[in-house]
């Protein structure tokens, strides 16, 4: 019925940069917050970034000025510009979407940065 589909996970250089999708498709209804949500091997998955319908934005300290989340609503798709990547933010980045009645996750995409 509702999934969420992530895409323009890679493996990319440090300094380099990726920007990832996030789709969500089927009918999922009014959508309150998208975001991205990120973990790595032995840790616990942390908020890198959401945005509101209105366009209000949060980010996790180790990547502000650094990614950029944004949001298409009519599209019901958020895209993270990640931009200077360090090897420290390699990790499988989840998509996530709340509405008023459910909370999604995408299946998670693999972002890897070398040194």
């Known amino acids: 019925q509702v999934q969420l589909v992530e895409s323009g996970g890679g493996l990319v250089q440090a300094g380099g940069s990726l920007r990832l999708s996030c789709a969500a498709l089927g009918s999922i209804g009014y959508i309150r917050v998208m975001g991205w949500y990120r973990q790595a091997p032995g840790k616990r998955r942390e908020l890198v970034a959401t945005i509101t319908t209105g366009a209000t934005t949060r980010y996790a300290d180790s990547v502000k000025g650094r990614f950029t989340i944004s949001r298409d609503n009519s599209k019901d798709t958020v895209y993270l510009q990640m931009n200077s990547l360090k090897p420290e933010d390699t990790a499988v980045y989840y998509c996530?979407?709340?509405?008023?009645?459910?909370?999604?996750w995408g299946q998670g995409t693999q972002v890897t940065v070398s040194s």
């Open positions: 996530n979407a709340v509405t008023n009645w459910n909370e999604y």
